[in-house]
Each structure stands twice: as structure tokens, then as C-alpha cells.
């Protein structure tokens, strides 16, 4: 069995926070721990636009609480499609989706699954992508 606390995890190795300060990213199993999926609570800040384009990884995220909105892209461009977000609201990026994330008026707080798993060590590059890391 494995539990982990999250009172453990903020501020330390367990907790990625984005370099610009826009989101911070709670990772509570990772590829080591043999579950076959990454589990997170992400923080997305009030306010803000993350890039986001995972490439490499499927992900499911599931809104506690806090506003925001997505806005899915085609090549770089936004197509039209936007989703707000609240608590209550999935959604799935079950094809690779590119998109900007908005956090809204408060802080979202987000549950989020990824497959493949993460190492830990993952953060977004250049075109908002997690590289695919061996242990």
C-alpha cells in the first residue's frame, strides 16, 4: 500500500512549480511507485495562460475547485473552442490536445491523471510539452 500525504509533498522535491509561477504541481504517485499512471493535484493560479501540449502523455483533470477556462489550439492557433472550468467539470485530453489553460478569478485547484506516468522530474518545455524521462 502506498499513502502519502499532501501536507508532505507542498515544498518539497514532490512539488514542481512552474518557473514563470503560474502553477504548481503536486505529484503524489509517479512511474517508480507501479501503478501505471501519474496522479497530481495541480494549482493553477487566478489570472494566468499556461501553454500546454502533452505529446507524450495522455490526461484526465478534474476541477475541486476555482474557475478557469480551456481554449483548445490548431496549429498554435486558438480554433474557437472554449470550456470553463469549475468544480465538478473532467476534462480529457485524449488526443494529445494543444491548448492555453486560464486560471480565472480564484486559484483552480485540479486532480489530475497522467499516462504514461511522470518521473517526477518532468516540467513543460518550449512548446509546452513533458518530455517522455527514464527514471
Not at 522535491?13 to 509517479?30: C, Q, V
Request: hydrophobic content about 30%; some cysteine.
Amino acid at each position: 500500500m502506498i499513502i502519502r500525504n499532501m501536507e508532505e509533498i507542498i515544498g518539497s522535491k514532490d512539488e514542481t512549480i512552474a518557473e514563470n509561477g503560474n502553477w504548481a504541481s503536486r505529484r503524489m504517485l509517479y512511474r517508480k511507485d507501479n501503478m501505471g499512471f501519474t496522479l497530481t493535484e495541480t494549482i493553477i493560479k487566478a489570472g494566468t495562460k499556461t501553454h500546454i501540449w502533452y505529446q507524450n502523455h495522455l490526461e484526465a483533470v478534474y476541477c475541486i475547485s476555482g474557475n478557469g477556462r480551456v481554449e483548445t489550439l490548431v496549429d498554435g492557433k486558438e480554433d474557437g473552442n472554449v470550456y470553463h472550468i469549475k468544480p465538478g467539470i473532467m476534462y480529457a485530453l485524449d488526443k494529445h490536445d494543444e491548448h492555453n489553460l486560464y486560471g480565472g478569478t480564484e486559484d483552480m485547484r485540479l486532480i489530475c491523471v497522467f499516462n504514461p506516468p511522470l518521473t517526477g522530474n518532468e516540467t513543460h518545455d518550449e512548446n509546452g510539452v513533458y518530455p517522455v524521462l527514464e527514471d
